[in-house]
């Protein structure tokens, strides 16, 4: 079973490389940016019987490893 | 005018960072992960008039800088 998580900073923590993709685009005359952000996705192949076990077995992965709570934010999605 | 772009390794080319995840999640219990890939994703905000302009211009800025076309496939998106 596939699962999908989309793990994106906070509203309000500081994007340093976002902020210096944005820098460089307009360094090379992309001038009309107003705004650049940043998810990391991570695909997983999960060998498991129902989508409420894989959903539950990612959030709890996302919690221990895939993501830091404090300043991230993330989202399940399991494609049917 | 929103653009995103997910960027991917191509297939054949090592993922050192997914083999590390996958490594970690076996090592905290999670062994029934059979694959792992990540995607970069990069939402842009653009000040463009039209979707074609946009499209254009966001092949121009993966192809420059965003994506590395040698060992990185892209996609972009530009939602209604």
Redesign the interface.
Known sequence: MKAII?ISLRGGVLDPEARA?AG??ES?G?D?????????????????ADRDTAEE?VR??CE???ANPVIEAYEIEIPA
């Open positions: 989309s993709i460089s685009l090379l992309f009309n940016v107003r705004d650049v952000r940043r998810v990391r996705r991570i695909e997983l192949d999960l060998d498991v077995q709890a992965m221990r490893l895939l």
